[in-house]
């Protein structure tokens, strides 16, 4: 895969609100916390994630909006349209790990954000044909270094209608990564539905992009139904999603957990490890409605986050592994703790082309 597109990964399933950008903030959120410098794009016109992260009106500065609309290519996006994700989704470097900050407490990474607005596609669409590869030429384009060199991982989380701005994310990216429920089978065809959309418009544009995961988001293990669908999204993604070369397409380890600390995080605007740090502080876990299972999240994300990194920067990842396994968390997160030991260690060797 070129270099220009290793670094971006594109989250997209074409069904609303199977968790995408609840999941795409965290797996950020973690990746920054492990010391890598993280871009959120947010490429759909709603703004959730926009507003997520930025805790304010996001709307009242420059937006991706701008930057595709014609004349954008004149906008200095680091500068201008850039901003950093608020306190609450920043990592903290004067607290170690075990207490929520840096791994080590030494280097830090940084969360950026590039946030929507509800124009978006329509302003992009006064492009005209150019408009498709209008999301590409931001992060790969520009005076000086392309954007993307700022970055470990770009992540961009899309929005589940096909629309210009879903297409503008597949032409700017390296990588796919899927987000599914364990309802029904309505998971597989949302699975068939953006995998053909993304072949589609990668063969019509000569564009090399590779499924990089399929995350399975709200499982309850206790659930007969969730564990038969779990067990078919695989099947599914074992037949229909070829894993050789470059190709890493897996279902990423284990499900991310129906919990409710990822939505009263979520609600609280916060990522879900700094949300339970700050209820295991006050005391308030029980209050939260907070078993020691809703742990599981934030180890699951982090082994989330080590996958994206395996995609994006390989060669920083046995680094990050080190230094998580030397600062394990505390006894509070012991069950995260055990969410990253299983890590799925046949994939993570064979992203590593071991
Ligand atoms: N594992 C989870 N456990 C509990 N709640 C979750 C979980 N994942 C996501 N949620 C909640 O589900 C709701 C939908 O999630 P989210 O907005 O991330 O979905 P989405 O796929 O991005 O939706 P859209 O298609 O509208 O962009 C949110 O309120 C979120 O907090
Ligand atoms: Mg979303």
């Known amino acids: 895969m070129a270099d220009a597109l290793k670094k971006v990964v594109s989250v997209l399933l074409q069904k609303g609100g199977v968790g995408k950008t609840a999941v795409t903030a965290n797996i950020a959120f973690e990746a920054a916390r492990m010391g890598l410098n993280v871009l959120f794009v947010d490429s759909d016109p709603t703004g959730y994630g926009s507003e ?11 937006t ?4 595709v609309a014609p004349g954008g290519e004149k906008l ?18 004067d607290l170690p790990w075990a207490d929520g900050g840096a791994l080590g407490g030494e280097q830090i990474g940084r969360l950026d954000v590039l946030p929507s607005d509800p124009a978006m596609s329509q302003r992009a669409s006064a492009n005209g044909s150019t408009a498709l590869r209008s999301l590409f030429k931001v992060l790969h384009r520009g005076a000086g270094a392309p954007l993307v060199e700022d970055y470990d991982v770009v992540l961009i989380d899309c929005q589940p209608s096909p629309d210009l ?13 899927m987000v599914v429920l364990p309802e029904s089978m309505a998971a597989s065809r949302g699975l068939s539905l953006g995998l053909q959309f993304t072949s589609e418009l990668a063969v019509g544009w000569d564009h090399d992009i590779a499924v990089g995961g399929v995350v399975i988001n709200s499982f309850n293990a206790s659930t007969r139904e969730h564990r ?17 070369g470059d190709v890493l397409g897996q279902v990423w380890g284990t499900p991310v957990s129906r919990s409710t600390a990822i939505s009263k995080a979520m609600s609280a605007k916060q990522p879900v490890s ?7 502080r006050g005391g308030r876990l029980a209050q939260l409605g907070v078993t020691k299972t809703h742990h599981r999240p934030v180890g699951q994300f982090t082994h989330f986050a080590l996958n994206t990194a395996m995609l994006t920067c390989p060669e920083k990842v046995e680094g990050l592994k080190a230094r998580l396994e030397a600062e394990p968390m505390p006894p ?11 890590v799925d260690k046949p994939f993570m060797a064979r992203a590593a082309g071991e």
């Open 52 to 62: 997520l992260l930025t805790n304010e009106g996001y709307l009242d500065g420059l």
């Open 165 to 177: 701005a879903s297409q503008m994310s597949v032409l700017a990216s390296g990588w796919l990564l």
């Open 274 to 280: 700094n949300a339970l740090i700050e209820a295991a």
């Open 228 to 244: 038969e669908v779990a067990n078919a999204i695989k099947i599914w993604v074992a037949d229909n999603i070829e894993a050789d």
């Open 332 to 342: 509070t997160m012991g069950a995260a703790l055990n969410g990253v030991a299983s």
């Open 64 to 67: 991706l909006s701008d930057c």
């Open 76 to 93: 200095d996006v680091r500068g201008d349209v850039i901003r950093r994700a608020w306190g609450g989704w920043q990592p903290v470097n």
